[in-house]
């Protein structure tokens, strides 16, 4: 199935799920293995490092990954597995290695899984060191950077096996469906209407008249007639579409205001949006238009409560810990818990942040007000109408038969009165009447028990 919009797109399949699970392993263990380390490490002594001109003279990389103030006896390296305690100072020290550390051999202690920081000097961190636990402190920054690392690269693989290549193929699929079912548009002319503008372009203006033709019509205002009415002139589609005209600037500034008008802007955006996920399904390049048309009318519709509610949780999740750290209970020389919560809760913000960035804003008030006014004063002008044929009934009805009526009920009358048969039976109708109810007067009724 192509992204077209016709027939139907499948679901994402295992593949899909499998490879994009592998992408996230694979990428998520080189940024926590090679990324996190040297980032922190720039980070850190860049804010921390010796401010005396003579202890910055001395700051050395002693070995991969471990920065310190050497002494005299340091010759440019030290090999790995020999003591560092002759060599380096104790006041400032960053070791982001794997290398296990000890107090009689090093100058100072640390695990293998652990990252040392320490800055006894002005502007540094105390006398303690700082104790980094990367395992904790930073694998869900990594699992965040790798997913996002990984959801970016299925964006140029074929749909068949990347995630996302398949879900922006649906969304198109899906849109295009939503727009025929809010337009009443045939599959022809959506496929128009969200055309590419360089393959609208090369069409031929007898091409796409009569679809066109159709759109023009469905989203009229008013007829003819009623433009007559009240005073105005109708333009007619002739008018504007000749031969010559320009297509993509004909959709864009003549049918596509028609149909905000007479729709909604929701419908106008939904096919600007899917022209650009076709544009993206021809140009992987342009992978921020598909990344749009997904976001924008499926992600956001569909998980914007799910992640504000995330964010949430994450935000509680960080209170807790830092609640818990204002207790005394997690040490301020190990903040690795603490950099974990800020992680989560940090990438669930932007995660909000970013869905925000492609969520559809609401109708302005005052547009709303002007097409309830608009509404309005189309109900008034048809009310007013009616009222005036109403008034012209009446006038009919009362002024000019009036003589009519009058001679009609007069000529019933005189038929009724010249039959002899129907005055016999309306006065022996009304003797008849005077007899029961003299003799009613006369004869009263006895209660019962008497």
């Known amino acids: 199935m192509s992204a ?88 400032y020290i960053f070791d982001f290695g794997s290398e296990l550390r000890s107090e009689k051999n090093d100058g100072y202690s640390k695990g293998a899984g652990e990252w040392v ?19 904790l402190g930073f694998t869900v920054l990594s699992m ?16 068949t096996i990347g995630y996302m290549a398949q879900k922006v193929e649906r969304e198109i699929h899906h849109t295009k469906a939503k727009i025929r079912l809010q337009t009443g548009f045939s599959d022809e002319i959506v496929d128009l209407l969200t055309m590419p503008d360089d393959e609208l372009a090369n069409l031929e203006a007898h091409q796409v008249r009569s ?21 105005r002139r109708l333009v007619r589609y002739e008018e504007v579409f000749t031969n010559d005209v320009n297509l993509v600037e004909f959709r864009m500034e003549v049918l596509y205001i028609r149909i905000q008008e007479f ?9 600007e949006d899917t022209t650009k996920g076709l544009q993206w399904s021809r140009n992987r390049l342009k992978f921020l238009n598909g990344l749009r048309l997904y976001m924008a009318h499926h992600f956001t519709e569909k998980y914007s409560n799910n992640v504000t509610g995330l964010a949430y949780f994450g935000a509680a999740i960080l209170i807790v810990i830092i609640g818990i750290r ?10 690795s818990l603490i950099l974990a ?21 609401e109708e302005r008030m005052d547009k709303l007000m002007k097409k309830m006014e608009d509404a309005n004063k189309n109900q008034l002008e048809t009310m007013k109408d009616v009222a005036e044929d109403m008034h012209s009934v009446s006038d009919a009805l009362v002024g000019e038969t009036s003589e009519l009526i009058k001679k009609k009920v007069e000529a019933a009358i005189a038929e009724a009165l010249s039959s002899d048969d129907n005055v016999k039976r309306v006065v022996s109708d009304k003797v008849a009447e005077k007899i029961v109810i003299a003799m009613q007067n006369a004869f009263p009724s006895r209660p019962p028990n008497q």
């Open 117 to 135: 920081v320490k800055a006894n000097g002005e502007g540094g961190l105390g006398e303690s060191a700082i104790i980094l636990e990367p395992v």
């Open 326 to 335: 204002g207790l005394k209970f997690i040490p301020a020389t190990k903040p």
């Open 263 to 271: 729709f909604s802007d929701f419908v106008v955006k939904e096919m």
């Open 341 to 361: 919560a800020i992680s989560l809760e940090g990438s669930l913000l932007a995660l909000l942040a970013f869905g925000l960035v492609y969520t559809e804003e």
């Open 4 to 91: 077209n919009g016709h027939g139907s797109v499948p679901k994402a399949g295992m593949q899909h799920f499998l490879l994009l699970i592998a992408l996230i392993a694979v990428f998520s263990f080189g940024i926590y293995q090679f990324v996190i380390p040297r980032v922190v490490q720039s980070a850190v002594i860049t804010l921390f490092k010796p401010h005396d001109e003579k202890d910055m003279a001395s700051f050395k990389e002693v070995q991969p990954m471990l920065h310190a103030v050497v002494t005299d006896k340091f010759q440019g390296s030290v090999p790995s597995g020999t003591g560092l305690k002759p060599f380096i100072k104790t006041d």
């Open 211 to 231: 679809a066109f033709k159709f759109v023009w019509d469905r989203t009229a205002q008013e007829d003819e007639d009623t433009a007559r009415t009240h005073g």
């Open 144 to 159: 965040v950077l790798g997913f996002a690392v990984a959801i970016f690269v299925t964006f140029f693989m074929p749909g």
